[in-house]
């Protein structure tokens, strides 16, 4: 009997383990692409490279109360799924066929960069609520499925789909 860790549950400890490099002083998030078992980039959430960390500077978003999903415009981090995608075509990594463990649900912005790299699913651990992000998932066809430990019968990842 193999006692080795499901792929899956290896994939999302991972991310989870990528997430603590996170810069960000509101949630720590981290991603990681995949296709045939093989990682093909990994992300985390923070300010780009060559800029300061707001861990350093301080958040402009918490300085102004706003709330967590609005005005990512006036953040200076880049998503997790932003990096992946970033990671992915600055070393000519194709993620057009992948699967994306990650923390958090991506949001709509995410998504939509997700979904025209050509991932074909993601797996995340913590809800994110952002009803337009779910409803354009669930249009273009990616699966998107809350993680659970463990796997099912195909060896697929647990959890449940999004609607």
Not at 101 to 112: E, F, V
Request: proline residues 6%.
């Amino acid at each position: 009997m193999d006692t080795r860790v499901p792929w899956p549950d290896y994939f999302m400890g991972i991310a989870h383990l990528v997430a603590e490099r996170s810069t960000c002083c509101r949630r720590k998030v981290g991603a990681v692409a995949v296709r045939d078992k093989r990682i093909l980039a990994t992300g985390y959430n923070g300010a780009p490279a060559g800029v300061a960390h707001c861990l350093d500077i301080g958040c402009l978003r918490e300085k102004l109360g706003v709330p967590s999903g609005q005005r990512h415009e006036i953040c200076r981090g880049l998503h997790a799924e932003q990096n992946v995608i970033i990671q992915g075509a600055l070393h000519g990594v194709s993620l057009k066929g992948a699967e994306l463990y990650c923390t958090t649900k991506p949001c709509l912005i995410c998504a939509k960069m997700l979904i025209n790299c050509g991932v074909t699913a993601v797996y995340y651990a913590e809800g994110y609520p952002d009803e337009l992000s779910d409803a354009m998932i669930a249009e273009s066809g990616m699966r998107c499925v809350r993680f659970a430990p463990g796997c099912g019968p195909d060896g697929s990842p647990g959890g449940l789909p999004v609607a």
